[in-house]
Structure formats: C-alpha cells, structure tokens
C-alpha cells in the first residue's frame, strides 16, 4: 500500500514499521536517512494535491490534532484520519493501524502503549528531568505545578487535556489548571510566578532563545519537544526509558 502521511510522527513511526511511505510534510524529519528521497508535498497545514496525486497514493493519513478538517475535505483520494489526544489514544490508534496495514510492529507497539498507559506513573524528579537540554534556573524551591510551553508571543502552554499533558503526567508531573476544553492557553506574564517552567525545543524554538528566557528571572528548563509530542514509536522509547517496571 502508497501511502502519503501529513503527520510527522506517524511518518516517523510507520517508516520504521516497515510501510510504504511515498509523500510526507516538510516537517516529516525522521528517520532522517529513511526520509530523504520522500517526496514533500506541503506541511501539515497545507498541501499541494496536484503533487499528492503525482505520487499515486492508495491512503493519505490524517490526524484530527495535526491537520485542518479542510485537508480531510478536500482530500481527492481515501484517507485515514487518526485522533491521538493522549497516551489512551495512541494505543487504539497505533492497533487500528496495525489492524489497518496488517502490520506486526504497529501491532507489538500498540501491546507496548498498553503497558505504558497501565504501569503507575513514576515520580517527577526536578532534578533528573527527562530529556532535558539546559536549564533557564534550576528550581530553588519546591513546586506543586509544572507548566509546559510551546510557543511565545503569544506565551502558550499546554494543559491535561493534550497528549503532551498525558505524557508529562505519566513522568508524575502536575500540570498548572485551566478551565475544562482549554488545550493550549495563552498565558500572561504575571502569570509565570507559581509553577516551574518547562520550555519545548519545538514548535517554537526555546533551545535558541535561552538567553532570553534567562532575562525572564524564572526557574524552569528546556527540554527536547520531541520526545514530549512526537506521538508513535519515538514517545513510546522515550517513555520506556524512564520506566523501570517495563
């Protein structure tokens, strides 16, 4: 099966998983010696089709959290469209997969997530932080609250209800409450006193701004986005290398 994926993690995932990925998004980095000679057609907002349809595809992969409902809309050929909101999510969703290309490695994941979302969640370590880059201020105090961001100007955060929350829960990280259906808030400034601050390397680029987030005066680290939102095979070696009990 041609298969063309608009979701960065599940291109990721399914090209180690053995399927036969012809098209992918220009943010579709991974594997990086696997990926080079796919083409590109658009990012994961947007989408040449006439290029889509050059690559004769059987399937185009969606996912409800990636990419606009118009790109399922306006899709010309069958497509897929997965909904990964947290840990829960991808295991069914890494099954359907399986199910879907009749594939072993998507299906020995999906048993994998399984164990992950069963095991009881570790204890956070502000000290030993997973996959952390550099610190903005080491905590001088102890925290209740945890707060991840992801972009500035806006500052955006996320909350519980996100697959990076699942993620971070599962660490044994509180995360800061908002108001119930808010996924991403944008935060004030006045805000950024009480919880300690975790800044992603991506989408938005905070490994590079580290001296300005030092002028900030807030304690918090950077760590490596990916491993924190990159759902599929990437989250789940991540997660399993910081549970013992797997």
């Not at 971070?168 to 935060?187: D, H, N, Q, R, S």
């Amino acid at each position: 099966m041609r298969v063309v994926s608009m979701v960065p993690s599940w291109t990721e995932t399914l090209l180690r998983a053995g399927v036969n990925v012809v098209g992918r998004t220009r943010f579709c980095i991974h594997p990086p010696k696997m990926i080079t000679n796919i083409p590109i057609v658009g990012g994961t907002k947007e989408v040449s089709w006439d290029l889509v349809m050059d690559l004769k595809p059987d399937l185009v992969l969606l996912d409800q959290e990636e990419n606009p409902l118009e790109m399922a809309e306006e899709c010309p050929v069958p497509y897929l469209a997965t909904h990964v909101s947290s840990l829960s999510n991808l295991q069914s969703e890494l099954s359907r997969l399986g199910e879907h290309f009749e594939n072993a490695a998507l299906m020995e994941w999906s048993v994998k997530c399984l164990d992950i979302v069963e095991a009881p969640a570790r204890q956070w370590d502000f000290q030993k932080i997973p996959d952390f880059m550099e610190w903005v201020k080491p905590p001088s105090r102890s925290y209740d609250k945890v707060m991840y961001m992801i972009w500035k100007k806006p500052w955006m955060g996320v909350t519980r209800e996100t697959y990076i929350g699942s993620v971070l829960e599962k660490l044994g990280a509180t995360l800061v409450e908002f108001p119930e259906g808010e996924k991403y808030p944008v935060i004030d400034e006045e805000e950024m006193k009480d919880a300690f601050f975790l800044f992603s390397s991506e989408p938005f680029p905070f490994h590079k701004k580290i001296v300005e987030l030092k002028e900030l005066g807030i304690e918090g680290a950077v760590v490596n986005g990916e491993s924190y939102s990159w759902f599929g095979i990437r989250s789940l070696e991540f997660l399993e290398k910081h549970f013992t009990t797997l």
